[in-house]
């Protein structure tokens, strides 16, 4: 891959656990919600990490992390070589100015009583210096004119609004401050199949003409693949597989990525397609008590006595170090290896 400088934002062994407690008054921690266990990855200007996997593996909390809204077991999340995560006051104010943050559900993410104009400009009233008073209605406007909406709607209420054009006004929020780094969380899973693609068209522009990173974070993988540089498979708060998407999607090597792709069969009247079909068995265990070593191994159809015994690190896989196919990307399995399987 050519030399894209440093990352603009590097997260190392990022671990959150959230306590189990029993009582009312005298509380005991009886144990924890392993929800991110040692993640670690790099973003780079102007580009788009997907960050895929089912409910409930860490996506959103890995999320929160980064915009500080919630505080790191450990780890540490460097932002330009600071460590972002252990920043507070006005520093951290700073900070998070660039980056910015679209919820997933543009019906409860926008205060019903606020003017669309003060939903977006609501961030100069923390950061006043973005937008001198005087000017602040027209960058709302232009924001408005950015996001694909009409500007003399700066008084209207949300309401009075479609779901994609929420979502609009929750990108133009999120614009306001000019940040590098957008975290999506989850931001089309909402909207209708026919807004979907207007809303990621509209990210995609909107990162071309600002050089916006985006963290793109969903459960739908034809959508992340469509949007992403760069794709994470999440399993049980850790990640299973990183890559280039054509890497994970054409040379997925790790079991869960393979299964997760092969996940939907698709009907092959010829009966002549001999690829392989993982059929992804059992329910995901409980982050409270995962699997000791690799935390698919109770789903995984190739899982040996190593398994459960070490814990996989994410690497280049051994086999493929010196060569030169897809395969060649970190992949955190004993037994990583390419699977020409059917997509779903
Ligand atoms: N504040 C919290 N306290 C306790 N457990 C939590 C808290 N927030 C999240 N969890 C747990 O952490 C795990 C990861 O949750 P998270 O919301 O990050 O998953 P997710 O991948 O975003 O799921 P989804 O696709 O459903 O949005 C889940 O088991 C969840 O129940
Ligand atoms: S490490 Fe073992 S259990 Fe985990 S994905 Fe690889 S083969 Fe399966
Ligand atoms: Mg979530």
């Known amino acids: 891959m050519a030399d894209r400088g440093e990352p603009i934002l590097r997260v190392r062994n990022l ?6 407690t029993r009582g009312i008054l005298f509380k005991s921690q009886i144990g924890a919600v392993q929800a991110v266990d040692d993640v670690s990855f790099d973003l780079y200007e102007g580009e788009t990490l997907g960050i895929v996997g089912e409910s409930g593996c860490g996506k959103s909390t890995v999320a929160k992390l980064l915009m500080n809204l919630e505080q790191p077991t ?12 252990k920043l507070s006051g006005r520093a951290l104010k700073a900070v998070r100015r660039n980056i910015q943050m679209v919820f997933q559900d543009p019906y409860t993410s926008l205060n019903p009583r606020m003017t669309v104009g003060d939903i977006i400009g609501e961030p100069f009233a923390i950061h006043p210096d973005a937008a001198p008073k005087g000017s602040r209605d027209k960058r709302v406007r232009e924001l408005l004119d950015l996001v694909g909406l009409n500007p003399e709607y700066i008084n209207r209420y949300p309401h009075q609004f479609s779901g994609g054009q929420r979502q609009r006004i929750g990108i133009a929020r999120g614009l306001a401050l000019n940040p590098e780094i957008i975290v999506c969380d989850e931001p089309v899973s909402a909207l209708d199949v026919s807004v979907q693609a207007q809303v990621i068209n509209l990210m995609e522009r909107l990162q071309n003409e600002l050089n916006l990173a985006y963290v793109f974070i969903a459960h739908d993988l034809s959508i992340v693949r469509h949007i992403s540089d760069r794709v994470g498979v999440m399993y049980l708060g850790k990640l299973a597989e990183v890559g280039t998407d054509a890497q994970i999607y054409d040379h997925p090597t790790h079991p869960y990525t393979q299964a997760l ?5 698709q009907p092959d009247p010829e009966g002549r397609d001999t690829r392989e079909r993982i059929i992804l068995a059992g329910d995901v265990p409980s982050p409270a008590n995962p699997p000791s070593g690799c935390r698919f191994r109770t789903r995984c159809w ?6 459960a015994e070490e814990v996989p690190l994410l690497a280049v896989p051994e086999r493929y170090k010196d060569s ?4 060649k990307h970190e992949s955190a399995c004993h037994f990583a290896e390419d699977k020409d399987i059917v997509h779903a």
Not at 74 to 85: A, C, L, N, P
Not at 302 to 307: F, R
């Open 261 to 265: 792709l092969s996940a939907v069969p």
């Open 302 to 307: 190739k899982a040996q006595d190593i398994c």
């Open 74 to 85: 450990s780890g540490e999340i460097f932002y330009k070589g600071e460590d972002i995560s």
């Open 324 to 327: 030169d196919t897809g395969a």
């Open 15 to 20: 671990v959150k656990h959230f306590p189990l």
